[in-house]
C-alpha cells in the first residue's frame, strides 16, 4: 500500500480538526501517518503571534520530527493562516523538511477574515516547489466551516 502524512500545526483547534478529515480521507487509499507540530516556544498572545509570524520567524520544534519524507507517496501539510502567511511551525517545518523530489504534496489552511490566504498557500507552494515537489495542490477552509465535513469534502473533492 502507499504511504501518505498529513503534517500540520493547528494553535485552536481549527486546522487539526480538517486534518483529521483529511487523514480519514487519504486513509482509504494509503497508509497514513500523522506528524502534529508542536513548537516549544508559541507565545499565547495574539500580537506577538502576529508579529512573528509576519516577521517569517521559524519556530523551534523541538520534539522528535520525522524530517526525511522520501517514504511517502502523498505528503499534505497544514498550517492556519496567520499575518498572512504560514504559522512559524510549519515556517520551521517545510523550511527542514527534505525527500520532496517528484513528490506529490496537498497544502491546506484554515483561515478567519480571509485576508492573505492565497498568498499563505502561494508562498508555501513555492517553498516545496523549489524542493522538487511534483504536483502541488491546495484548499482552503474559513474557521466557520471546518466542523462541516460537507464543505470540506468539496473542497478537497479531487485531491486524493
Ligand atoms: C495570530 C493569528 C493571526 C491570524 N492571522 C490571520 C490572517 O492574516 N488572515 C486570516 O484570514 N485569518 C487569520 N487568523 C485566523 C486563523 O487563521 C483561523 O482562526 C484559523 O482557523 C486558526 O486555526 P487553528 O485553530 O488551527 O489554530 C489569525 C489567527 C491568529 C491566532
Redesign the pocket.
Known sequence: MKRAIVVY????????KTAGFLKDKITRKFQTDVLELKPADESRF?LK??VR?FRKVQADLKQDLILDLKDYDLIALGT??????M?PAMRSYIDKCKGLSEKKVILF?????????DKCVQEMAEIVKAKGADEVRSFLIP?YD?KNGDVFEQKSNGLV
Open positions: 500545526y493547528s494553535y485552536s483547534g481549527n486546522t487539526k495574539f503571534q502576529c509570524a492556519p493562516v496567520w499575518a498572512f502567511g504559522a489552511a484554515t483561515y478567519g477574515s480571509g485576508v492573505g490566504k474557521h471546518v
